[in-house]
């Protein structure tokens, strides 16, 4: 079974994921604070999981772009992870 490897933070405190789309403050802000703190493989499952969501067109135009911009969070979070990891290889 492969181990939940974080990467390196100022923040190692682990926190539970919001549920995808899960809503947002008045002005969307705090919609992604958990997004930083999850593993890469949380990540990454939850994006699956939007996507589907999102390609199924099943869900309202509001809700919608709330998971957009959670999907677009986690990406972004992905992407640095894979991207930590590989400068720690090359280190």
Do not use: F
């Amino acid at each position: 079974m492969a181990k939940d490897i974080s990467p390196p933070g100022p923040d190692d405190t682990a926190s539970a994921p919001s549920a995808p789309g899960a809503a947002a403050g008045a002005d969307g802000a705090d919609a992604n604070t958990d997004v930083p703190q999850m593993s890469y493989e949380a990540a990454r499952d939850e994006l699956v999981d939007i996507v589907a969501r999102l390609e199924n067109g099943q869900v309202g135009l509001e809700d919608s772009m709330g998971l957009w911009q959670r999907g677009e969070a986690l990406a972004a979070h992905c992407a640095q992870w894979l991207d930590d990891a590989e400068a720690r290889l090359s280190d």
